[in-house]
């Protein structure tokens, strides 16, 4: 029987992704327009989970591609995609207090600049990021990290992979016992509506044979993420996949920004995973080039 899963937030603070509009002459999501003194701003790249707690810190560090300076429109937005303030440090370590939802961030030439998250008010553990880009000003790239302390001590670092968001989209799904650690090994994967729209996605989980298992069906409010493992979404996999190794297929009305994430239970150990867009041409699925 179909499930259908609204967007919701689960405590999974590992699991981020950061799926920006490459700098491939691609135009940006135009729907999405903001206004900075007489220049507009265009919805170009998405950071739809950075993770902010005790335990977790994300660094983002932004570079500007062209030989002169370039100003990012960046917003903060949590799950729900309304604006949250946040506290952080920039590539001079200063530190920023609680005082905004957002900053606008003028790039020297080929220069560069970080945000690095501290601290998130409320009990929130993570939140979104969004940033906007005059057309003539998009050659820019958004480098992601995830750090994970114990304590003092990190002891783990997870990049984010940059991709074009669409509809469409693959990603294996591994649930065997790790042969080295003896550890069982999830999949989760978080998806941010980077549209204006309410996104409806249908999610198909297949086997290793190729073989229709389970179905799903993801809705999403505009600006707003799911974020989950897929044992959350199909409770019954472990049953469903007999070789524990499968596949999901997601097929949304509206692009979605997504990242695939692979972790041990009970430990550290985390990883992203390839996430693979589509489309479908002649009937048949189509990977789209990265």
């Known amino acids: 029987m179909k499930k259908i899963i609204t967007s919701l937030l689960l405590l999974l603070p590992m ?22 003194g ?3 701003f265009y919805l170009y790249k998405v950071v739809a989970h950075a993770a902010v707690s005790d335990d977790w810190k994300t660094f983002i560090t932004f570079r500007n591609d062209q030989e002169r300076e370039t100003t990012l429109i960046i917003d903060f937005l949590d799950a729900d995609g309304a604006p949250v303030e946040a506290e952080f440090y920039t590539i001079e370590n200063n530190e920023i207090p609680l005082v905004g939802t957002g900053v606008d961030m003028t790039l020297p030439p080929v220069g560069m600049d ?19 880009a005059e057309v003539d000003g998009l050659q820019f790239g958004i480098e992601t990290m995830l750090h994970n302390f114990q304590g003092a001590d990190k002891v783990a670092t997870v990049g984010a992979i940059d991709q074009l968001p669409g509809p469409n989209f693959f990603m294996n799904i ?18 941010t509506n980077v549209s204006e729209f309410t996104c409806d996605c249908e999610v198909v989980l297949y086997d290793d044979l190729g073989g229709f298992v389970d179905s799903a069906l993801l809705r999403i409010d505009s600006g707003a993420k799911w974020l989950g493992t897929t044992a959350v979404m199909f409770p019954d996999i472990d049953d469903l996949l007999v070789s524990n190794l499968g596949l999901i297929d997601v097929r949304c009305n509206e ?19 390839p996430v693979d867009y589509f489309e479908i041409v002649g009937g048949k699925r189509v990977i789209r080039a990265r």
Do not use: H
């Not at 799926?19 to 206004?35: A, F």
């Not at 997504?258 to 995973?273: H, K, M, R, Y």
């Open 114 to 132: 970080t945000i690095e998250f501290d601290f998130l008010p409320g009990g929130q553990r993570n939140l979104q990021v969004f940033v906007y």
């Open 38 to 40: 007489k220049k507009v």
């Open 255 to 273: 692009n979605v920004a997504v990242l695939g994430l692979a972790f041990e239970d009970n430990t550290p150990i985390v990883g992203s995973v």
């Open 174 to 191: 591994d649930r065997r016992l790790d042969p080295y650690t003896q550890n069982w090994k999830q999949r989760g994967f978080a998806v």
């Open 15 to 36: 699991i981020a992704f950061a799926q920006p509009i490459p700098n491939s002459g691609m135009q940006p999501n135009k729907l999405e327009g903001r206004v900075l």
